[in-house]
């Protein structure tokens, strides 16, 4: 029974007769929506008069969320425009990001425009490979080596049974790990302009079905961790996942005095006393300032997954002072993300919010080869990551982090 009447959908969901995930079943998507809130509304006595106001119709939503209830809205700037030199991205790009954080979007700016005024900074994607690792058991470790053997000698037949499942996805490599009687085998595909994670899920399940058939393992789990996903983990750090990428920019010293108030010594020093030392001493995974700002505010603007965040923030910052040809000292600034899953396409990007957003890069869709509009987001990020990390690193070294927050009153 179909009813445009959402006080009534409410009415039965509380009475027990329809499931809340069920009224989409009943009801038109926005009406579903509707019915929720109300449902919510009187149980908890919350006003959801602002989550309800979106711009979108809520079926659009479908594929990305359950139980729809309306929108959360995060403030979005924009910080640029920014030359960038990439193996993808080429030109001056606007970075629209969202982000709650008073004073991120005016730090970000400000290393921007410092990198604009020495005319861009350079950026390349080293490697590409979306991961997935499932595990399976086996007998001992004979059975193990077994296993081994059998997969470095048929990459070609698991490669043709991964890829059987999509027109795009194209695997790449297949590396084991055996521990005692568990045996990983981490599969990384190249997943063109798409984040990929359904893709090669999909794919490796396929392939997983003919180890089973011709080999002593047996599946467990799909996922072993040895992804690895949504975690923090040492071998996305070595190894990569998604695409790892590193940006770069030469600063001469002058400019670094006159933009950023201070010296390349002193932000060397800073970054190699905190960034490298600090973080070292505190075991951490990621050697940077703040990465996962811009990452994170980058994806929430552009409709990536917003826990690979974990991943993607996973980086290396670098600063060395650089005496010259004149004998005055540059500075030389670089960030390295290893992990940094991203796509122009499916999943969150389709919405229409990060739709307008990735058009504000150029870069909504697919791409021209397939996989270049990805690969450009993901340098455009690391530009901005670098931006981040010089804007901050000079705050602190010149002793105005705190002054900067007072003077933005965040």
Known sequence: MTTTDPAALADRVADGE????????????????EA?????????????????DYTFDAEQADPNVDNMIGAAQVPMGVAGPVPVDG?????????????????????????????????????????????????FRVGGVAEAAEVVEWVADNVDRLREAAESTTSHGELLDVEPYVVGDSVYLRFAYDTKDAMGMNMVTIATGE????????????????SGNLCSDKKPAAINAVEGRGRSVTAD?????????????????????ANTRKNLTGSAKAGSLGFNAHAANV????????????????????AITTMDARENDEGTTDLY??????????????????????????????LR???????????????????????GELSLLAALSSRHLVSAHEDLGR
């Open 249 to 269: 920019v030469l600063i001469p010293g002058d400019v670094v005095e006159d933009r950023l108030h201070t010296t390349p010594e002193a932000i060397a020093e």
């Open 36 to 52: 929720r809130r109300l449902l919510v509304e009187r149980e908890t006595g919350a006003d959801l008069e602002a989550v309800a």
């Open 87 to 135: 193996s993808a991205a080429e030109g001056d790009y606007y970075l629209p990001l969202a982000t709650t954080e008073g004073a991120l979007l005016a730090s970000v700016n400000r290393g921007l425009s410092t990198i604009r005024s020495v005319g861009g900074a350079t950026t390349r994607v080293t490697k590409n490979g979306m991961t997935r690792a499932p595990v």
């Open 333 to 362: 600034a670089s960030v390295s993300l290893a992990s940094l899953e991203v796509g122009t396409v499916g999943g969150g990007t389709k919405l229409p919010t990060q739709a307008e957003a990735l058009e504000i890069l150029g």
């Open 18 to 33: 329809l499931r809340i995930h069920e009224l989409e079943d009943h009801a038109d998507y926005d009406t579903a929506a």
């Open 365 to 387: 869709g697919g791409g021209d080869p397939a996989g270049s509009n990805a690969a450009a987001l993901a340098e455009v990020i690391a530009v901005g990551s670098l931006a």
């Open 207 to 222: 392939a997983c079905e003919l180890v089973e058939e011709e080999t002593p393992a047996d599946l467990v789990a799909l």
């Open 295 to 314: 990452v994170a505010a980058a994806f929430l603007a552009t409709g990536q997954d917003e826990a690979q965040v974990v991943e993607g923030a996973n």
